[in-house]
């Protein structure tokens, strides 16, 4: 009796199809997990301007002159202006990826202000925060409005 041990060809092809399945899985839920993630990462640098739009106001009165739908967000004369805010909305851009980008809005005598990027996850919808203090999503794009 002559007797061998290990494993028939079916048998490992069939356990390489079975990994190849489970891999096809796991990589399909971990794309979504990573949009959802870039979401999160807009949505808490958005944020952060508002904060930091409520320390600008504190120290010069006001949010600055006109920007209207500025999608890049340069300025040199009011909230956007700022360092800290900047870099935000550079994080928030670059977590937007390949989508709209952000909008960044301060109504004419520095009254108001409002930001917005579209979200991943979810194409079409964007995350909006203004000088109310509101930050909700929403489905129509900021474009030169200063409230969400």
């Keep these: 009796m002559n007797q061998r041990r290990g494993f028939t060809l079916i048998e490992l092809l069939v356990v390489i199809a079975i990994i190849g399945i489970l891999s096809a899985v796991v990589l399909a839920s971990l794309g979504t997990a990573r949009s959802k993630g870039s979401d999160a990462a807009i949505e808490s640098d958005i944020n952060g301007i508002r904060t930091q739009a409520q320390i600008y106001f504190g120290n010069a009165n006001d949010y600055g002159t006109n920007v209207a739908d500025e999608s890049s967000c340069a300025a040199t004369d009011n909230l956007f202006a700022d360092t800290t805010v ?20 301060v109504a004419a005598g520095g009254t108001a202000y ?13 995350y909006c925060v203004d000088n109310t203090g509101s930050g909700t999503t929403t489905s129509a794009a900021l474009g030169s409005a200063t409230k969400c």
């Design 114 to 126: 409002a930001v917005s990027a579209e979200l991943v996850a979810t194409p079409g919808t964007y």
């Design 86 to 105: 900047a870099s935000q909305v550079a994080a928030a851009d670059k977590a937007n990826g390949p989508t709209a980008g952000v909008t960044c809005n």
